[in-house]
């Protein structure tokens, strides 16, 4: 038999059921011309017509055109029984979960939590991408990750997300810096120095802008930015400036001693753990037992 691809003997098919090349390109979604197309390569390849064409009526099938016909039906459903077959045994190999996750938080304690989950789940394949909390929320809103995990400070305008958790702030310098040890530190003496920051209008710096002015501050100097949590801290270990940073990721500098926490008049206020699903695209059951693991641990 002739060498045909099946997406070719697909749109044959379609026309010999249908009657007509429009009918057929509507029911396909292709152009009606594209059907035109794949019906005179057929024919080509044949080496004779396939339909008796008549203005005014609709194509009907020479004596070739009905041996293609069962030879286009019998492919046809072997390709679709192949198919089933082998989405068959994908069912039965790993699913995978795609989660983003903003970096401070893949990095930190939610790395204990996906390795728990990944010991329980064996036949669950995670993928983890760690990124800015600005990209994060961008691979959700643009589908292209199962869920999310990020810092907030409250729920976002068109993304629900529910929250898993507090992550506690502080604020943090250098021992030589010249409000180390002291107590009670207020908003006002804190404006009088600088502040290593996020970059400008990232997703973090402007969450820790709003935390400052929400304990008391008018206005903080930012005198470095960098993008990654690492360098502001290795900035502020430098005597470079004050750093705001989550706990929990500050925890081995404090017990080194190479940075110390500033002992504030106020408590900072925390940031929220939250997680979402991409808009519009329904989770799986395992990603759906991932999320009830993360609630169940909870990150605080």
Do not use: N
């Not at 794949?38 to 004779?48: D, F, I, N, P, T």
């Amino acid at each position: 038999m002739i060498s045909a691809s099946v997406r070719r003997l697909t749109v044959f098919k379609a026309v010999a059921e249908t009657g007509k090349f429009s009918e057929a390109a509507a029911a396909l979604g292709i152009a009606q011309p594209s059907v035109s197309a794949h019906v005179k390569a057929l024919e080509r390849q044949a080496g004779r017509p396939l339909f008796i064409r008549s203005p005014g009526r609709a194509p009907r099938l020479t004596q070739a055109g009905e041996a293609m016909y069962g030879y286009a039906l019998d492919v046809v459903r072997r390709c679709a029984e192949t198919e089933s077959a082998i989405g068959a045994l994908g069912m039965e190999r790993a699913v995978e979960i795609v989660v983003a996750a903003q970096r401070s938080l893949a990095h930190g304690r939610l790395a204990e939590l996906l390795a728990s989950f990944a010991r329980a789940t064996p036949a669950v394949k995670l993928v983890t991408r760690s990124e800015t909390g600005e990209t994060v929320l961008a691979l959700l809103r643009a589908r292209e990750v199962d869920l999310g995990m990020f810092l907030a400070l409250g729920a976002l305008p068109g993304l629900p997300s529910e929250t898993l958790g507090e992550e506690p702030l502080v604020l943090v310098a250098a021992p030589s810096h010249p409000l180390a040890g002291r107590e009670a530190v207020s908003p006002q003496l804190l404006s009088e120095h600088g502040f290593i920051g996020g970059l400008a209008h990232s997703h973090f710096s402007d969450m820790v802008a709003i935390v400052l002015r929400r304990l008391g501050m008018r206005r903080h100097a930012v005198v470095a930015e960098a993008q990654d949590a690492e360098t502001v801290r290795g900035l502020a270990r430098h005597g470079v400036g004050i750093a705001c940073c989550l706990a929990s990721t500050v925890e081995e500098d404090l017990r080194a001693g190479t940075l110390v926490t500033l002992s504030l008049a106020r408590a900072l206020p925390p940031l929220e753990v939250r997680w979402a699903a991409a808009p519009g695209r329904p989770l799986s059951e395992p990603a759906l037992a991932f999320v009830r693991h993360l609630k169940s641990r909870r990150t605080r």
